[in-house]
């Protein structure tokens, strides 16, 4: 699956996986004010295989088929 990542310049590392570039109208209206202004990174062809940095990508496929969008959290510090 082709999906859309953009990142948030509001909030470091929190970034936003979307199934269609620029269509952000399955994103929560609460949850997408929240992000603050996005800048688009990167397009990536992801598979259950592939190996992501910071996600499972089978996590992050479920999301996206299910809900059209996947938001990737910063990691919390213990």
Known sequence: MLC????SLKKDQLYLYLDKKEDFS????????????LEFVMD????????????????????????????QLPPTSI
Do not use: C, H, M, W
Not at 4 to 7: D, E, P, S, T, W
Not at 26 to 37: D, I, M, T, W, Y
């Open 4 to 7: 859309f990542i953009y990142k």
């Open 26 to 37: 399955k994103v929560p209206e609460a949850l997408f004010n929240s992000l603050g202004r």
């Open 44 to 71: 990536l062809e992801l598979t259950q295989e592939r190996k992501l940095a910071k996600e499972d990508a089978g996590k992050v496929l479920d999301s996206l088929n299910t809900q059209g969008f996947f938001v």
